[in-house]
């Protein structure tokens, strides 16, 4: 027998500031395919994960949630694994990157990246808020886009949604922090770059050891060709993080510990077993294999960044990085307002996990294409592979072994059966496995499932047994059609653990391994046949995407107090410097070059104004012309690049075709003031 191999998997460490959904299980149904499948196969295989628990995002929401980062990151922990459990993904070790271990081996990377001249220092100009004390991150500024050719409104600080330029956060027209509204300032900041041009040879080579898919290697060749820049992986107070040993108020960016929490996982799992060790599997010279399984997005990070920090504190680097492309669901993008923003709960609230595991699995190939969950074909399929094909072989043959042998299994298979043929093809099947063409598995094996209910079409035991003298063969045939969907179920073993031990249970047999398909099961005793899994209900599907709504809609009427708690609380005094006054809107008119600005006229009882308003995209302009609307008067003129704005429309919405101007009463005439 061949060595066992040492194996360490991984999977991108979930954000801990939102709940899983279907688009996140892609990547975990994925990797915990291939682990089962290794262990099945009788490897030496870990697979951990663990939370990443940093970054402003973290110490936001938690603020919001009047609550601790601390506290916030323990009860999403608490939430993931339970979804993860649910949908049978079996860490080795679940773990979270606020630990001590990972704090551990940051500063000892850190350290060691310094000696070695790998960490430069500079400082740079960044947005700031006064009003929070706090720098912010190029997605915590909002304004108008500086791309003179598009001057969209409410765009973040890094790139514009509408044209799609990019640019930095002070580039903005009347930037504004998001955190408090307020004007940000440029302020200096000293800030600790890892010099990742120093290692571009090294990474020239690695990546093109075979490691990655061909089309992400064409991306980095790309990124090669650009140039490799420095990364700034340090952060101003306040930040939830660790804090950078020997400097004052400085953090680790979250994006360098939060790969580290891989190594620190499975550091905190050696403790608990005395046969694993740690060096074994990072020592630079390490025999073992170490696999990142990631999304395309963060493909960067893991083959360029991580390799060489690695590389540069001395640890070895990894064997290789598998990403995935994202998931789309009924040929789309996810979204909130269809429905198909499903989470990993709603879906657990309807349907088994074992229909998505093999759904997914019969969609994934090695590659960064994006794959889609179409919920009318994945109903159809689940329903006519599992339930028609493989279970039904087995609820055909064993009715007979029970009724007229008492669940006795002949002592020999039908040679005439394809036993031989569903065994030969194990080497093909594991070699997909192997090689994450989980789609090509899935078809070779329902190749076999077909083959095996023609076997039984064939031979027609329910004819057979009209007559009697035909016992025996009776039982051989519906023994060799067990036979054959027991190694059908040990193919399936890494997809659908849960249908595999309740067929063990049937067959009554210990766990099932990929050996075991070489020794047929004969002259033993069988329970008696319980169904293994269910046809889905369209109305199943349709329930969850109604559930996914209703969630969205809870979220929107969801506790106002929470939802204001952004702003400051204002005297009247405050409010009485707004002059609110109740405006006709006379003559609309779009604005050349702008997609999203209209030109308003606007009458407040004999003084006109001229206004421009972001509302393009939910209003045409001669639905405008004529309605009562109310004006911020006293605002003070702003110069934008098609004209002066002299006042402001008051509207609501989140954006797109929901913006919704404020319209007084009935009765209420231009020029009154609003109090
Ligand atoms: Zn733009």
Redesign the pocket.
């Known amino acids: 027998m061949t060595e066992r191999r040492k194996i360490l998997v991984t999977s991108a460490l979930p954000y801990a500031n939102g709940s899983l959904h279907l688009g996140h299980m892609v990547e975990y149904l994925q990797t915990d395919i291939w682990v089962r499948f290794q262990k099945l196969r009788g490897q030496d295989c870990i697979y951990v994960c663990a939370s990443d628990a940093h970054g402003t995002p973290i110490m936001l929401t938690a603020e919001k949630e009047r609550t601790t980062p601390e506290e916030l990151i323990a009860r999403m922990g608490d939430e993931f694994q339970q979804d993860f459990a649910e949908f049978l993904v079996e860490f080795d070790n679940f773990y979270t990157t606020h630990s001590a271990e990972n704090r551990e081996l940051v500063e000892g990377m850190y350290r060691t990246l310094t000696e070695g001249g790998h960490i430069s220092k500079r400082v740079i100009r960044q947005a700031y808020d006064e009003d929070r004390g706090m720098f912010l991150p190029d997605r915590y500024v909002k304004g108008q886009?500086?791309?003179p050719?598009?001057?969209?409104l409410d765009?973040y600080g890094d790139s514009?949604?509408?044209?799609?330029?990019t640019y930095s956060p002070g580039d903005l027209i009347d930037p504004v922090s998001v955190l408090s509204g307020t004007r940000p300032v440029e302020r200096e900041s000293e800030h600790f770059f890892f010099r990742l041009d120093n290692f571009a040879d090294m990474l020239k080579t690695w990546v093109n050891a075979g490691r990655l898919h061909p089309s992400v290697v064409n991306k980095l060749e790309e990124w090669f060709d650009v140039g490799l820049q420095d990364w700034d992986i340090s952060r101003d107070a306040p930040y939830f993080g660790f804090e950078i040993p020997g400097e004052q108020d400085k953090y680790f960016y979250v994006w360098l510990d939060a790969p580290v929490g891989y190594m620190a996982s499975f550091q905190h799992l050696c403790a608990r077993r005395g046969d694993l060790n740690f060096d074994q599997y990072w020592n630079p010279d390490s025999k073992a294999e170490v696999y990142h399984f990631i999304g395309k997005d963060i493909i960067y990070f893991h083959s360029l960044f991580w390799p060489a920090v690695l590389h540069g504190s001395g640890y070895r680097t990894p064997t290789a990085v598998y990403a995935h492309g994202f998931l789309t669901v009924n040929g789309q993008k996810m979204s909130k307002a269809r429905g198909t923003f499903i989470k990993a709960r709603t879906y657990l609230d309807h349907l088994k996990p074992e229909y998505l595991r093999y759904y997914y699995a019969a969609r994934l190939g090695p590659s960064i294409e994006d794959i889609d969950l179409n919920l009318d074909d994945f109903a159809s399929r689940v329903n006519s592979d599992l339930v028609g094909k493989v279970v039904n072989i087995a609820s055909r043959c064993a009715g007979f072994l029970s009724k007229g042998f008492e669940g006795m299994l002949a002592g020999e298979l039908d040679p005439g059966g394809p036993q031989t043929e569903f065994v030969a093809r194990s080497e093909r099947i594991a070699q997909c496995y192997e090689d994450r063409e989980f789609a090509k598995a899935m078809r070779e094996i329902m190749a076999l499932a077909d083959l095996a209910n023609r076997y039984i079409d064939d031979k027609k035991p329910w004819q057979l047994t009209k007559q009697e003298g035909n016992e025996q063969d009776v039982q051989r045939i519906c023994t060799t059609g067990l036979n054959l969907f027991r190694v059908l179920m040990v193919y399936l073993k890494p997809v659908l653990p849960a249908m595999t031990k309740d067929a063990e249970s049937f067959l009554n047999t210990t766990p099932l391994s990929w050996e075991d398909i070489h020794t047929p099961l004969l002259s033993h005793k069988i329970e008696r046949f319980k169904p293994l899994a269910s046809r889905i209900d369209p109305a199943q599907t349709a329930a969850i995407v109604a559930a996914s709504q209703e969630d969205l809609e809870a979220k929107d009427t969801g506790n106002p107090s929470e939802k204001t708690a952004a702003l400051e609380e204002i005297d009247l005094e405050d409010f009485a410097k707004v002059d609110l006054r109740v405006a006709r809107i006379v003559k609309v008119s779009p604005v050349e070059g702008a997609?999203k600005l209209l030109q308003l006229t606007v009458d407040l009882g004999g003084e006109k104004r001229q206004v421009f308003a972001g509302i393009k995209s939910a209003y045409a302009p001669e639905e405008l012309e004529g309605k009562l609307t109310v004006v911020v008067a006293n605002l003070k003129p702003r110069k934008m690049r098609f004209g002066l704005s002299e006042g402001m429309i008051l509207a609501a919405g989140p954006g797109g075709k929901e913006i919704f101007i404020v319209e007084p009463g009935q009765g209420a005439k231009p020029g009154m003031r609003v109090k």
């Open positions: 886009c500086p791309n050719n598009c001057g969209a765009q514009c949604e509408v044209c799609g330029s997609d």
